[in-house]
């Protein structure tokens, strides 16, 4: 038991000795250099955080194959200048052939064949021209069959633009002359010929007419002479015809803005008669007039004036025709009239047209024969044949 004690005793010391030798050499030791630190506390700056756009997907890019446009050239530049052309003719009552078959002299003069020769000529030269008849184109030449071509047939085939009511058109009956109108390809006008005496039913064909050449605005208004005298014989007549003045003068009106070239087109008197204006009265009383065409009057010497302005009449049978050569400018965007130049043309040394002639050659033929076996009772011809209404 002492000897445990003693070990115990000397173990303690040997521990205290050692532990003092560890400190004296940790004091001969350097000390180790200390790191100067800002005292200053170290605060931390919280980082935003930065939202990161949205990067879409790149696709393949897609081709667009765009159509090859048309080339289109430039609009070429309205030319300023114009000329207008207008045919006329009158008072072919019905001579289809250069025959007088009534008066059964046989002279060889006019007729609708040779207003055709007259007709491909001035087309050749120009090919935009207007062709019109101012009234008469029926009447006095005999048809001799039912089945015959009836006159408008005729103005078809030459083509007419337009036809004005003459005083024979307006003897045949109503019901007839609308069903020849019907049939006519051109226009078909007259401003003051009404259906009923009180005018309640209005007129009985368009006032007026419009053509469109090459950008000019071509109006035509005509009137047909209102024959009192002959009226008051003719107690069955159908219609009211007015005084032309007057009613041209509402037709140019209902007009108004829609031309650029305003022609008249007639069948009537030079001057008045039985109290209505005459052809030189409308043109006196119508200034918005550029020149006029006439017939009714069978006349020769063609290129009558009022207010210095040309009436063209033309002589009956289609002895004459007549054209205009109208020169137009454009001035501030407006058609203007820069000149009128009439032409009468006597048609008595133009071959008939033979294309027209061998069409009709049996009917010429028939006629002939027809007259020739002696049966003469003209208005008993145009009765039964036309639906005439003279008694």
């Not at 003897?171 to 049939?183: A, I, Q």
């Amino acid at each position: 038991m002492k000897n445990l004690k003693n070990i115990i005793v000397l173990l303690l010391v040997f521990l205290v000795v050692g532990c003092s030798s560890v400190e004296e050499r940790e004091d001969l030791v350097t000390p180790p250099v200390k790191e100067v630190v800002d005292e200053k506390p170290v605060v931390e700056t919280p980082v935003e955080e930065v939202e990161k756009p949205v990067v879409e997907e790149e696709k393949p890019e897609e081709k667009v194959v765009e159509p090859v446009k048309p080339v289109i050239p430039p609009k070429p530049k309205e030319n300023p200048k114009k000329e207008i052309v207008i045919v006329g003719t009158a008072d072919l009552h019905g001579r289809i052939f250069p025959y007088k078959y009534k008066e059964f002299d046989r002279d060889d003069v006019g007729g609708f064949a040779r207003v055709a020769t007259f007709v491909k000529k001035m087309r050749r030269k120009y090919p935009d021209m207007l062709l019109i008849d101012m009234g008469d184109a029926y009447f006095y030449e005999p048809f001799v069959k039912a089945d015959s071509p009836s006159v408008v047939g005729i103005l078809n085939d030459l083509k007419y633009d337009m036809m004005v009511m003459g005083n024979h058109e307006l003897y045949m009956k109503n019901s007839y002359l609308m069903e020849e109108m019907g049939k006519f390809n051109g226009k078909a006008i007259v401003n003051n010929v009404y259906k009923a005496k009180d005018h309640s039913e209005g007129i009985i064909l368009p006032s007026y007419a419009i053509f469109n050449i090459d950008g000019v605005r071509v109006a035509f208004t005509g009137s047909s002479i209102p024959q009192k005298g002959i009226r008051k014989i003719l107690l069955s007549y159908e219609y009211d015809i007015a005084d032309p003045l007057l009613e041209t003068q509402r037709s140019v009106e209902e007009m108004e803005g829609k031309y650029d070239l305003l022609v008249g087109a007639f069948h009537l008197n030079k001057f008045g008669q039985d109290g209505d204006s005459g052809v030189v009265e409308v043109m006196e009383g119508v200034p918005q007039f550029d020149f006029a065409f006439n017939g009714h009057e069978h006349v020769d010497e063609g290129d009558w004036s009022a207010v210095g302005k040309h009436i063209i009449a033309n002589n009956a049978y289609g002895i004459t025709a007549s054209y205009a050569v109208v020169k137009m400018e454009l001035i501030n965007q407006k058609w203007t009239v820069k000149s009128i130049e009439p032409h009468i043309v006597p048609l008595e040394n133009l071959e008939p047209d033979p294309e027209f002639m061998k069409k009709y050659e049996e009917l010429h033929q028939e006629t002939i024969d027809y007259v020739d076996s002696g049966f003469h009772n003209w208005e008993k011809i145009y009765h039964k044949l036309h639906q005439y209404i003279i008694p």
